[in-house]
């Protein structure tokens, strides 16, 4: 039975390629979506070891608007903790640090490029809920607690502005007879605030059938809403979507609150934070009858000098649009 329903959802996929999608005014005309309402975890138990940064989760709400506009706003959490289980910060390792904030944001949407600016407020420390997330977490799942949160880093408010810019690269797109389609998005974005100041650039790859316009390629990250600001007028949202994603990105990070502490309070930090870190995602994404899902990875390099292993955290999203 199932067979049959994949082979069934296949060729229904498939026939986008052959038969032209209706316009407005035409019959079988199916509005894009304008409503996006997204729930992103990450978490680096999936691969057996807890440390670093070792969970996020981020939810947003993203709202077409005309012309290629749209606002989104957001409620954002990540955890840091020491790569040994101890009572408090560990020498040469990452310190425990936790942030929370809420955003809102403004997307442009086109064909070509797109950019995405987000404004969050928030705050780090115990106000941050960290501590509590990880513990009952732990607790609801019989996992070890850790007891060092006592050494975090110290709660101080959060003014976090980021930017990204979004290019489409046609010269890396293609449509093959059978169906397949590949696109790419060459991006850049830029971190000013209190808890982190970095730029970088960035080239995500897919491959796939009737590939959606979703902007869960990149993450939980800062200023990467639900909706994608590529713009795909060739998308059929009621037919099966499904892809491999792959993404590189590399950034100079001149600040970093979980390595380096607040602006306010002092702290000792207990290691050096590396300038330059890159990140690669791969994962596989798929969506039917609107709704959007992602499983994947986030492989990053080391984010302080005496960091003992690569960093490894998996991804799980999902979206519904209306």
Request: hydrophobic share 35%; glycine share 12%; with cysteine.
């Amino acid at each position: 039975m199932s067979f049959l329903w994949f082979s069934a959802a296949a060729m229904s996929a498939a026939a986008l390629y052959t038969n032209p999608i209706p316009q407005p005014g035409e019959e079988g005309y199916r509005p894009q979506p304008k409503h996006h309402f997204r729930i992103v975890a990450e978490n680096d138990s999936g691969f057996g070891r807890d440390g670093n940064y070792t969970s996020g989760v981020r939810i947003d709400y993203t709202r077409d608007l005309a012309n290629g506009n749209a606002w989104g706003l957001s409620l954002t959490q990540n955890i840091y903790t020491p790569e040994t289980h101890t009572y408090g910060n560990v020498p040469g390792q990452q310190s425990y640090a936790g942030i929370m904030a809420l955003g809102a944001g403004y997307l442009f949407r086109g064909e070509n490029m797109g950019c995405s600016t987000e404004l969050q407020l928030g705050c780090t420390g115990n106000p941050s809920l960290a501590r509590y997330t990880q513990n009952g977490l732990h607790d609801a799942f019989g996992m070890d607690s850790w007891d060092g949160w006592a050494a975090q880093v110290p709660a101080e408010a959060v003014v976090q502005l980021t930017s990204r810019q979004d290019f489409r690269l046609r010269f890396l797109e293609c449509h093959t007879p059978g169906g397949w389609q590949t696109d790419a998005l060459f991006y850049t974005r830029e971190d000013v605030g209190t808890a982190m100041i970095s730029a970088g650039a960035g080239l995500t790859f897919r491959i796939g059938r009737n590939l959606p316009p979703t902007g869960e390629l990149l993450g939980n990250q800062r200023a990467g809403f639900a909706l994608s600001t590529i713009r795909r007028p060739e998308y059929r949202p009621d037919t099966l979507s499904y892809f491999f994603v792959a993404s590189f990105y590399t950034a100079y990070v001149a600040r970093d609150f979980s390595i380096d502490g607040g602006v306010v309070h002092h702290f000792n930090q207990t290691c050096s934070r590396v300038p330059w870190q890159t990140e690669t995602r791969v994962g596989l994404g798929a969506s039917y009858k609107g709704i959007d899902y992602f499983l994947g990875a986030l492989f990053y390099s080391d984010r302080y000098r005496t960091q003992d292993w690569q960093g490894r955290v998996g991804t799980f999203s999902i979206t519904w649009n209306w």
